[in-house]
C-alpha cells in the first residue's frame, strides 16, 4: 500500500513541475525547435544584435540562433574551458585577445576559416590554424571631460605620461585589473608602453599623483568622473574610444573625449566550439558575424568597430568616437603568460 | 489486544515510510541542484592541488579576519538599528507603523550595485565604514521583522511586574525582555551573519579592491583567474565560519523551546520614555529611507532638470537596444521567475519543516541527530558563494536528462535554493508550537498523517505559510547573485537589468536602470503590501522568525 503522503509528495511534485512549465514556456515556441535546428552562440553580456538582422539570418540561413549570454569576456572564456568537453553552446563570441591564447591552450575551439575573413578581420589572426576569426575592435583609453579642464585654464592631458604629472594630481580614475576588463586592459597597455620591468615604476608615480581605483567600469565612469551623468569629482576616467559617442549633449557634440595616444587594443573573436555536433551550422554563424550585415550593427550595438573593411560607422563617429591610428597592444601569448602575474604584482604595488 | 498492537505498529510502520518519502525529496533537491555541483567544483580545486598552499598563506587568514570582523560589525549594527523597530512593529499602536513595516522590507530587495552606488554618492571614496553600514542597511529589516515576530506575543505582565518592584524601564527591558526576545535575536543575528559574510557586489563596489572578502576573492578567482584550486581553499574557510555561525544560531534556538510563556498582546500607544524607543526607531527607518529616497530622485532626474524618461524608456529597450528585452517584460520575467521560485521553496519547505519536526518529535537520538543535520544543511546554501554553485552547475548539470544547464529553469532553482532557508526558519518554529496533544488525539481517532496535516496542521500554520510564502516571494524578486550567473538574456529579471543598464554609458540608460530600481521597489511594496495584509489578520507582525 501506498501510504496517503507519498501521493500527496507527488501530486506536490507534479503541481509545481507544473506551474513551474507553465510560467516559463511562454518565451519559446516549442514547435518551431522540431523543424529548423537551433545552434547556441555563446557570447559575452555586452553582446547586442538587433532582432530584425537575427531574424534574416534565420530566414536566410534556415538556423535558428539561440544567444546565451555568460558574463564578461573573462567568465564567458573561463565557462568555455570548464565545459569544452560538452559544450552549453556551438559556436561562441567575446573571447578577446586578452584571454584567447587561455581559450587556444585549452583547446576550446575547432579550425575554421571562414570565407569572409579576407575581408578584414585575418588581419587580427591569432593562431595560424584559423580557430578564431576576429569579429569587432575596441580601444580601452583615458577618457577626459574637456569642460573641467577649460574651466580650469589646465591644458588637457594627452598621454599615459601626462596622468602622473603633478599637474594633474587626484584627477584621475582607474579600474582595478583584478575586477574590471577596461581596467585589465589599461595595465595591459602600460605593460605595452613602459615594458614588463618599467610599468612598476609607472605605476608608482600614479599611485603618488593620487590615481583612484575603483572595482568596477559603473562606479568609475558614473560616479567618480564628472563627464558623465554622475558629475563626480575627477575629470579623467580610464574607459573606451567609443564612450564619447555616447555622451552627446543636445548641441549634436560630444560632452567628453578619449585620449587617442592612451589606447590598448581589445579584438573580440568569435569561434566554433571544439565539441559541438552542429559543425556546419555553426561555422555559418561565424560567416554571419563576419557578415557586412552583422558588421555594419556592431558599431551602433556594442561601441564597438567591425574588423571588416569598409563597413559604414553611424554618423557622428568621426567626430565622436575616431578610431585610434596607433593603439597599444600585445601579442596574445605574452598577455596568457603575464596576465595572473602582473595583476598580482599590481596588487601588491597597489595594496588592493 | 492482539490485533489492536498490530494495526498500531503497521500504522507506525506507515508513517514513517511516509515520513521517509517526504524527506526524500527536500534531501534529493539539496543534493541535486546544491550539493553535486558544489562538491565537484570544489573537487576540482582540489585535484589541481595548491590547496594547502593558499591555506598556509598568512594573506588568506587576514581575508577571513577581515571577513568575519566585518560581518559581525554590520551585523550587531543591524541589531542595534534593528531592536527599536522591531519594538514598534510589535507593539505600538500608531498611524503609519503598518506602512514602516511595509517600507523596512524595500531594502533587502534592492540590486547591491544599485545600493553600493547610492553609497558611494555619500561617501566617495568607499572604505569600511559605508561597506559595514551598507551590509547593515540590507538587513535591518530581518532583525526588525525576525524579533518582532516573538515580540508581539511576549506577556507584557512580566515587565510590568518588573516595573511595579521598582526597576526602571530600561532595567526591566534588559532584565526581562531582552532574555526573552534571546533567541530571536541570535537566531535574526545568525542569518544576517551569514547574509553580511557572503556579501558580494557591495564589498566590491565599496571596498574598491582595497578591502576584499572571502567572498570577493572566491568570486575573483574562481571568475577572473579560474584559479579553482585557490578558489576551494577559500571555500573552505568560508564553509568553517558559516557552520560555525549555524551552529551559534541553533544553540539559541534551542533556548527557545522553555522561553516565557506566549500570549498575544495588543499593541497600544507609547507611554513616557517608550517614545525615546519611537524616536530612536523613526530615526532607524528615516535613515533606511534615506538612499531609497536618493535613488528615487535619480530616477527622475537629469541634467536638464526633472523628467520621467527614464520611466517611460521602461516600454522599451534602452539606447541603441541596451537589454534584449524591455523594462517591462524584465518586471514580468521577475514575477514569473519568483513565482516559480516560491513554489519549488514552499514545496520543499514546507516538507522539509514537516520531517524536522516529526524528527524531532521521534524517540531516539538517531532521529534528533538527523533533524539537526538536515536543519543545518537547510541552511548551508546561504553561506555558499553563489560563484561556486553557478560554476558547479557548468560541470555537473549536463548529465542530466535535458541539458539543465541553459535552461531558463535554471534562475526559479537557484533562487529557490537561496529562500528555502527562509522558509524553513519561518515555518519550522510555528510547526513546533502546534500542540502535539491535538495531532495524537486526531490519529487515535484514525486520521491519516495527511489528513491530521490538513486539518490541524495546516490551519494553524495558514498564516506563518502566507508569511514565509510572501517573503520567499520578495526576496526571489530582488536575488540577484546566483540569478546573474544564469538569467538568459532573452529572460532577464529586473534586478538583472538594471545590472545591465548601468553597466553602458549614456544619460537614458543610467536614469532607466534607475527608474527599473523604482519599478523593483513599487513591485516590492505592492507585494509585500498584500502579504502583510493576509498574513497578519488580526493586524500583528507576521509569525515565525521574521
Known amino acids: 500500500m501506498i501510504p496517503r503522503t507519498a501521493r500527496t509528495v507527488l501530486g506536490l511534485a507534479t503541481v509545481t513541475a507544473l506551474a513551474s512549465a507553465c510560467s516559463l514556456s511562454g518565451g519559446s515556441s516549442g514547435g518551431d525547435a522540431q523543424q529548423t535546428p537551433t545552434v547556441t552562440l555563446v557570447t559575452h553580456d555586452s553582446f547586442v544584435a538587433p532582432q530584425d538582422v537575427l531574424d534574416a539570418f534565420q530566414r536566410q540561413s534556415g538556423i535558428k540562433l539561440k544567444i546565451l549570454k555568460s558574463g564578461d569576456a573573462g567568465e564567458l572564456t573561463n565557462k568555455l574551458v570548464l565545459t569544452k568537453a560538452n559544450p552549453i553552446g556551438d559556436v561562441a563570441f567575446g573571447v578577446d585577445n586578452t584571454f584567447a591564447s587561455r581559450a587556444l591552450n585549452e583547446g576550446v575551439f575547432q579550425a575554421y576559416t571562414s570565407p569572409e575573413a579576407d575581408r578584414g578581420p585575418q588581419r587580427y589572426s591569432v593562431d595560424p590554424q584559423h580557430r578564431l576569426s576576429a569579429v569587432d575592435v575596441g580601444d580601452v583609453c583615458v577618457n577626459i571631460d574637456p569642460a573641467y579642464f577649460a574651466s580650469k585654464h589646465l591644458p588637457e592631458p594627452k598621454t599615459y605620461d601626462d596622468l602622473a604629472d603633478p599637474k594633474y594630481k587626484d584627477l584621475t580614475v582607474a579600474e582595478s585589473p583584478a575586477t574590471a576588463s577596461p581596467g585589465l586592459a589599461f595595465l595591459l597597455g602600460t605593460v605595452a608602453k613602459y615594458g614588463e620591468q618599467g610599468w612598476h615604476d609607472y605605476w608608482a608615480k600614479l599611485k603618488a599623483n593620487g590615481v583612484k581605483v575603483d572595482s568596477g567600469w559603473e562606479e568609475a565612469y558614473t560616479k567618480d568622473f564628472s563627464g558623465s551623468s554622475g558629475k563626480g569629482p575627477r575629470p579623467i576616467v580610464v574607459s573606451y574610444a567609443s564612450s564619447p559617442a555616447a555622451e552627446i549633449g543636445d548641441d549634436g557634440k560630444p560632452r567628453t573625449k578619449a585620449l587617442l595616444d592612451t589606447c590598448f587594443r581589445q579584438i573580440e573573436y568569435a569561434g566554433v566550439l571544439a565539441n559541438t555536433k552542429q559543425v556546419p551550422q555553426a561555422q555559418k554563424v561565424v560567416d554571419f558575424l563576419l557578415s557586412q550585415q552583422f558588421q555594419s550593427t556592431v558599431a551602433a550595438n556594442m561601441y564597438v568597430y567591425p574588423a571588416r573593411e569598409g563597413v559604414d560607422l553611424p554618423a557622428g563617429w568621426a567626430a565622436a568616437a575616431p578610431l585610434p591610428q596607433d593603439p597599444a597592444t600585445l601579442p596574445a601569448d605574452q598577455i596568457q603568460a603575464g596576465r595572473e602575474k602582473w595583476i598580482g604584482e599590481w596588487r601588491s604595488l597597489m595594496g588592493a | ?546
Request: proline fraction near 5%; include cysteine; charged fraction near 15%.
Open chain 2, 1 to 546: 489486544m492482539a490485533l489492536a498492537h498490530g494495526r498500531v505498529t503497521q500504522a507506525q510502520t506507515a508513517r514513517t515510510a511516509g515520513l521517509a518519502l517526504l524527506g526524500l525529496l527536500p534531501v534529493a533537491f539539496l543534493v541535486v541542484f546544491f550539493a553535486w555541483p558544489v562538491v565537484a567544483i570544489l573537487g576540482r580545486g582540489f585535484s589541481a592541488g595548491g590547496v594547502d598552499t593558499v591555506l598556509a598563506d598568512a594573506q588568506t587568514w587576514q581575508l577571513a579576519a577581515f571577513t568575519l570582523v566585518s560581518a559581525a560589525a554590520s551585523t550587531v549594527v543591524a541589531v542595534v538599528a534593528g531592536l527599536p523597530v522591531a519594538y514598534v512593529l510589535a507593539r505600538v499602536k500608531l498611524p503609519g507603523v503598518g506602512l514602516a513595516r511595509t517600507l523596512v522590507l524595500v531594502p533587502f530587495v534592492l540590486p547591491t550595485v544599485v545600493v553600493g552606488l547610492a553609497f558611494r554618492a555619500l561617501w566617495p571614496d568607499g572604505g569600511v565604514l559605508p561597506l559595514v553600514l551598507a551590509n547593515a542597511f540590507f538587513n535591518v529589516a530581518v532583525v526588525a521583522r525576525t524579533v518582532a515576530g516573538l515580540w508581539s506575543y511576549l506577556d507584557p505582565r512580566a515587565t510590568e511586574a518588573a516595573r511595579a518592584l521598582g526597576a526602571s524601564p530600561w532595567r526591566a527591558f534588559r532584565t526581562v525582555t531582552l532574555p526573552a526576545l534571546g533567541p530571536a535575536v541570535a537566531s535574526a543575528a545568525a542569518v544576517v551573519f551569514l547574509f553580511c559574510a557572503t556579501s558580494f557586489g557591495v564589498v566590491l563596489i565599496l571596498g574598491g579592491g582595497r578591502y576584499r572578502t572571502l567572498e570577493t576573492e572566491i568570486y575573483l578567482r574562481t571568475v577572473d583567474l579560474l584559479d579553482l584550486s585557490g578558489a576551494a581553499a577559500l571555500s573552505l574557510i568560508q564553509f568553517a565560519a558559516v557552520l560555525a555561525a549555524l551552529a551559534l544560531g541553533a544553540i539559541a534556538r534551542k533556548r527557545r523551546e522553555n522561553a516565557v510563556k506566549l500570549k498575544q498582546s495588543a499593541p497600544r500607544r507609547p507611554r513616557k520614555g517608550e517614545w525615546w524607543t519611537v524616536g530612536a526607531a523613526t530615526v532607524v527607518i528615516a535613515l533606511l529611507m534615506t538612499p531609497i529616497a536618493a535613488l528615487l530622485v535619480e530616477s527622475v532626474s537629469t541634467p536638464d532638470g526633472w523628467s520621467l524618461a527614464g520611466f517611460r524608456a521602461l516600454a522599451g529597450t534602452g539606447t541603441d537596444d541596451a537589454l534584449q528585452v524591455s523594462g517591462w517584460v524584465a518586471a514580468k520575467n521577475s514575477l514569473a521567475a519568483a513565482t516559480d521560485a516560491t513554489l519549488l521553496a514552499m514545496t520543499v519547505g514546507v516538507l522539509a519543516s514537516v520531517v524536522l519536526v516529526a524528527l524531532r518529535r521521534a524517540p531516539g537520538r538517531l532521529a534528533r541527530g538527523m533533524g539537526e543535520t538536515m536543519d543545518a544543511a537547510l541552511m548551508l546554501p546561504l553561506g555558499v558563494s553563489a560563484v561556486t554553485v553557478g560554476f558547479g552547475y557548468l560541470v555537473t548539470l549536463d548529465a542530466l536528462p535535458g541539458d539543465l544547464r541553459t535552461s531558463p529553469l535554471l534562475v526559479p532553482l537557484a533562487q529557490a535554493l537561496v529562500i528555502i532557508p527562509l522558509v524553513v526558519r519561518m515555518i519550522l518554529p510555528v510547526l513546533r508550537a502546534v500542540d502535539v496533544r491535538l495531532r495524537q488525539a486526531a490519529s487515535t481517532l484514525g486520521a491519516s498523517p495527511a489528513r491530521v496535516w490538513r486539518e490541524i496542521d495546516l490551519p494553524l500554520t495558514a498564516r506563518s505559510l502566507v508569511a514565509a510564502a510572501g517573503f520567499g516571494y520578495v526576496v526571489a524578486l530582488g536575488e540577484f547573485g546566483a540569478t546573474s550567473f544564469l538569467a538568459r538574456p532573452d529572460a532577464p529579471t529586473l534586478p538583472v537589468a538594471v545590472a545591465t543598464l548601468i553597466s553602458r554609458p549614456g544619460e537614458l540608460n543610467n536614469q532607466m536602470a534607475y527608474a527599473a530600481c523604482a519599478l523593483l521597489m513599487i513591485v516590492t511594496v505592492a507585494a509585500v503590501a498584500l502579504i502583510d495584509r493576509f498574513g497578519s489578520v488580526r493586524g500583528h507582525g507576521t509569525v515565525g522568525e521574521f
